[in-house]
Each structure stands twice: as structure tokens, then as C-alpha cells.
């Protein structure tokens, strides 16, 4: 594989600096609450940033920061399918790419597409195509490009909306928005939208039953999920409960996404006539 003798990479592995703090100055998370000031067992989600048609050269584009995970999406098409033998005539074709940047989680990573990459574009894929009208694009592709610029959990939660708000910045024809909203259950209680040390393990109770992580795609005006994913071990109750936790969640999430997509079109919108 050629390589790109221009590019100026960065050290192999890079360590952060809060790993040099002393104990006496890191944070310590209570039992009861959470580190950024939300209450466990609540659908409080993290303060919500979005804005549409920040890259001129894609068709649509969406930026996303909650907290400190920080989400870009491209969306281009629908164009014509480069595989001939892949065209169908009824329907058009949804392509999901999802990277992390190397720089964007705790340990550097590389260039090339990773396992859990590949596994979050099937799971984007599936979560975004029951919204998007695909039957109004025969013979056609489109492709939604995700990178992560800064990974402080509940990434594939937020890939979801990124990716569904550059959609209909695209002009896409949707049925609906799609919404995304991540739970990490931690016993008896749960932690709506998890950092990345509430998601990773480290801050959660040493009970050992319901232990896992859940991850809803919403379509809130038809009040229907496109997605879901769970990992861990929780019981039937425990799941159905947490998952009407991130239907709130998403709920919560929408006049945000509606704000950002309004502002996106008055700003498309031609000047008003003399």
C-alpha cells in the first residue's frame, strides 16, 4: 500500500496529561450523582450544540457537540451507483462510513477502519434507513460520512442524529428525523447519555447484575424506534425500562435538531423582495 510521504503523522501512542495529576487534584464521583452535576436515574441528557452546512463541498453536512464528544457528518448524492450489478431499479442505496480521527479518543488510533468502526456503520446503517425515503431514489447511492472528532462516549447515539441532520440538510426526503440516545445501566439506577468513563466501566457500582449498555434510534413524530442496540446482561423489566428511558431521552433531544435545522434553512433561503 503506497504511502503518503507528505502527511505529518503524529507519535504511534500519546498518553493525556490528566494522568499526571496528582490524587489530591482528580475528580472524585460521588455514588449518588454524576461528575458533570446530573442525577442517576434521571433522563437528563448533556447540553446539546447543532448546526447544518458547515462543508461547502458535501451535499449536506451537520456538526454535533454534547459535552465533549464532538461529531461531524457529510452526506453526499444520491448519484449514480458506481457497480452496476448493485443498481436497483425500485430503490436507491444508503452507504454509512464511521471513523473515529486519530486523535479523538484517549489512546491514537489508526488511519485504516477498525472492527468497532465497521460494527458502528452497520449499526448507523440500520438505524438510519428506515427513515429515509429510498424508494424515491431509484438507480441512485447515498453516502453519509461520520467522523468522530472527539470521543467522550454515547458516540453511535450521536452519530445517529448527526447523520439524520445532514440528511435533511442534503434535501433528502425522510419520513421523519432519526434521533439517537444512549443508557448505561448500572444496577438498580442508570446513566442517561454516559461520558466515556460512565460508558467505559470505571465509574459505576460494583453490583454485578444489570450491568449494560443500551442505544435507541427514534423516529419521534411517528413515535417508532429504527434501532436498537444492548450489550451486557440486564433483565426483561430492567431492559424494557431503560429503553423508554432513552425514548424520553430522544424526545428531549428533538427541538434542539428542530432549531438547527431552521436556522439551516434561513440562512439557504434567498433575501426577501423589495
Known amino acids: 500500500m503506497p504511502v503518503d510521504t507528505k502527511r505529518v503523522r503524529g507519535p504511534d501512542e500519546s498518553q493525556s496529561p490528566l494522568i499526571f495529576l496528582p490524587k489530591s487534584a482528580q475528580k472524585v464521583v460521588p455514588k449518588e450523582g454524576r461528575e458533570d452535576g446530573r442525577q442517576r436515574g434521571q433522563t437528563d441528557v448533556r447540553p446539546v450544540f447543532a448546526r447544518c452546512g458547515l462543508v461547502s463541498q458535501a451535499k449536506g453536512s451537520a456538526y454535533i457537540e454534547a459535552g465533549n464528544t464532538k461529531l461531524m457528518c457529510s452526506v453526499y448524492g444520491p448519484r449514480e451507483i458506481e457497480r452496476k450489478d448493485e443498481t436497483d431499479m425500485k430503490s436507491g442505496r444508503l452507504f454509512c462510513d464511521f471513523r473515529f480521527a ?61 447523520a439524520s441532520l445532514a440528511l435533511a440538510d442534503a434535501g433528502i426526503e425522510m419520513y421523519d428525523l432519526v434521533l439517537g440516545c444512549s443508557l448505561r445501566q448500572d444496577g438498580a439506577t442508570y446513566l442517561i447519555d454516559p461520558t466515556f468513563p460512565e460508558e467505559s466501566g470505571s465509574c459505576v457500582a460494583d453490583n454485578a447484575e444489570n450491568q449494560g449498555s443500551v442505544t435507541v434510534a427514534l423516529l419521534p413524530s411517528l413515535n417508532q424506534v429504527s434501532g436498537l442496540q444492548s450489550d451486557g446482561e440486564m433483565g426483561e423489566e430492567t431492559l424494557v425500562d431503560a429503553v423508554r428511558a432513552c425514548i424520553e431521552g ?22 426577501p423582495e423589495n
Not at 424526545?251 to 433575501?271: E, F, T
Open 102 to 162: 486519530p486523535f479523538s479518543c484517549q489512546k491514537r488510533g489508526a488511519w485504516i477502519q477498525g472492527s468497532e468502526e465497521k460494527d458502528f456503520s452497520l449499526a448507523l446503517l440500520e438505524s438510519l434507513r428506515p427513515g429515509v425515503c429510498l424508494h424515491k431514489y431509484p438507480r441512485s447511492q447515498i453516502e453519509v460520512n461520520v467522523m468522530v472528532l472527539e470521543n467522550d462516549g454515547s458516540v453511535l447515539a450521536h452519530a445517529v442524529t448527526c
Open 250 to 271: 430522544c424526545h428531549k433531544l428533538y427541538p434542539v435538531v428542530q432549531q438547527a435545522l431552521i436556522k439551516s434553512v434561513r440562512r439557504k433561503a434567498p433575501p
